[in-house]
């Protein structure tokens, strides 16, 4: 893991804005900015990753200082959750804006034959992976899947995990989308930082949303930072206590106690 400080970002850092929120540094960018820099950087970015951050991560963040260091050891941890956006604005960052993991991998998608960049998928079932391959290759015409792996639902071995380095290296991708869920992804893209050849970005539930496994919330929901009230109405037994342990203690941090 390289979030001793050992791996040495290829971008400068200083570049990116960032509104430390209990202790992350969460990017102060919007989907335009980070668009830009993405054309700008992405070979540079090779090896490193990005973290989606939301409540969720911001919260366990704030109780777990690895995984903090976890999210803050990446080129950037991007405001996925609105509220983080949202607190941003209020301590003076007038353009920070939502960058949805789902919403930027999709914009990447859009200009991808045109740049040329290719793109591995990492995660969840192998059915889902299939069903994305076809969704990709239908709305994005030209598009280059370098290849994709599901990895087992267990720890990887040593051998195992060298295996699958060589594969993706091999392949030589330009992004590297890594849909584990949190706290899964970003540890996972934390441990390979320097030893992968790509750029990683850990995008969650954007699997499922893009391969039409879930539905994702109407866009007036998402611009009102109500995406979360909508998966809760979806799955309620998995996500109720996650919303109330986080939401309420994410309210008195960042909101009440200004963290």
Known sequence: ?????????????????????????????????????????????????????????????????????????????????????????????????????????????????QKGWRHYLYGSTKETLQALRAVFEKDYPGIQIAGMYSPPFRPATEEEDREIVARINEAYPDFIWVGLGAPKQEIWMADHQGNIHGFMVGVGAAFDYLAGNIKRAPEWMQKSNMEWFYRLLQDPGRLFYRYWHTNTKFIWHALIRGR
């Not at 969720?56 to 080129?75: D, L």
Request: a neutral charge.
């Open 1 to 113: 893991m390289a979030v001793d400080g050992s791996y040495t970002h290829k971008v400068d850092k200083k570049e990116i804005p960032t509104c430390n929120i209990m202790g992350v540094n969460i990017a102060a960018v919007n989907m335009e900015w980070l668009l830009r820099f993405t054309d700008a950087h992405i070979k540079e970015l090779s090896g490193d990753y990005m973290c989606v951050s939301n409540v969720h991560t911001t919260v366990t963040s704030y109780e777990n200082s690895k995984y903090r260091a976890i999210q803050n050891g990446g080129i950037m941890s991007i405001p996925d959750g609105g509220p983080l956006a949202a607190v941003g604005q209020k301590r003076g960052y007038k353009n920070m804006d939502r960058t949805a993991g789902p919403s930027y991998l999709e914009e990447i998608l859009k200009i991808s034959a």
